[in-house]
């Protein structure tokens, strides 16, 4: 994705939970520039007046979950707030259990290896294994991405209940990052019951040119979703069909990591 700032997976959060709501959406932006960044900057893309913005800086930088560099006037994620995202991701996210499985897949294939949750709508990459010839792409463990243009998130959505499924679609920017890109809720819906059927989603060069993938998603035995796992690669180094052959690959692990999800509760899971 060849953007500076991924702005468009924080906006709707600011403010609608009145002053945590609007500190929260303060880190998300934060956070979404990828490096320190000035007051002026986080200025032009906050929805508050500056007075508020500088406020909120103030507090977050207080508290611990920002850090400020007075040398240079940015402002960056604070310790604080590594130490909970430290803990997120080892109570919270499927990364710890996932983590032999992603290896035993990643040797197999020799491709990018991603591993994904959903995140409001939005896709959360939790963990990555690099190729055996790294390709650049925006995917890092971490980062926020958009669902509806994206393997893992295809893969996720297809599988939520028509409630979630709707809501989750309602957030989706549908933006065209290439020409590949599906920006019409209805014909998302379509691919979407076709990935349920088969059991697996693709990207087709929908969030970055170059770059593809196929991805299933991690179902719990009540067919929750928890999470999703893609084989990514560029087009110079082979077709889609090129890929497909890693999908008995791909479904040894999205099964082996649903199988000890049985021993493991998800943090608002109440079935197996």
Partial sequence: MNI???????TGRDGSDGTVGKALGVLDRVAAFGRPVRFTELLEVSPFPKATLYRLLQTLTKQGM???DPERGTYVPGLRLVRMAHAA???????????????????????????????????LYVDKRNAVRP???????????????????????????EAEREAA???????????????????????????RTEGNAFDREEHEPGIHCIAMPVLSQGGRVLGAVSVTSSTDRGTLENLKRHLPHLRQAV???????????FPDQTEG
């Fill in 4 to 10: 500076q700032t991924d702005t468009s997976t924080v």
């Fill in 66 to 68: 920002l850090g400020f």
């Fill in 89 to 123: 991701w080892a109570q919270s996210s499927l990364a710890p259990i996932a983590r032999s499985h992603l290896d035993r897949l990643s040797r197999a294939v020799g491709e990018t290896v991603h591993l994904a949750q959903l995140d409001g709508g939005h896709v």
């Fill in 135 to 161: 390709v650049p792409m925006y995917s890092e463990a971490g980062k926020i991405g958009p669902a509806y243009c994206t393997g893992v998130g295809k893969a996720m959505l297809a599988f939520l209940p």
């Fill in 169 to 195: 679609l309602v957030q989706q920017s549908w933006h065209r990052f290439t020409p590949n890109t599906l920006t019409d809720a209805d014909a998302m819906r379509a691919e979407l019951d076709v990935i």
């Fill in 255 to 265: 099964d082996r990591i649903a199988g000890e999800v049985r021993d493991w509760r």
